[in-house]
């Protein structure tokens, strides 16, 4: 098997990518604060959190605070491994011999 697939196609998105990204450096972090850094719609943001949870790499708690809705989201220690695998991979690839 190549460098090439080892890479994690559940990070081929660019949002994927930027959303995981953020969140190994952060503990939690809202959906506002997220749709802003990564310039995304709610639609975008909302789908691509569903497809990382559904597979084990984020975690999403939705609550209220006061009235209104919040949602956040933080890596699991699942995502956290598999992000560090696919950069690892990715680092092979452009790495000299």
């Known amino acids: 098997?190549?460098?090439?697939?080892?890479l994690n196609k559940n990070f081929e998105s660019r949002i994927r990518l930027g959303l995981m990204s953020v969140?190994?450096?952060n503990d939690w972090i809202d959906f506002t604060e997220m749709k802003a850094l990564l310039n995304t719609t709610d639609g975008n943001l909302a789908?691509?959190?569903a497809t990382l949870e559904k597979v084990g790499y984020i975690?999403?708690?939705?609550e209220f605070v006061g009235k209104k809705p919040k949602t956040s989201y933080?890596?699991?220690?699942?995502?956290?491994?598999?992000?560090t695998a696919h950069l690892s991979s990715l680092e092979k690839l452009w790495k000299p011999k």
């Open 59 to 62: 975690e999403i708690k939705k």
């Open 74 to 83: 933080r890596v699991t220690n699942i995502g956290r491994a598999a992000f």
């Open 47 to 49: 789908s691509h959190s």
């Open 1 to 6: 098997m190549g460098i090439i697939d080892q």
């Open 23 to 25: 969140l190994m450096v």
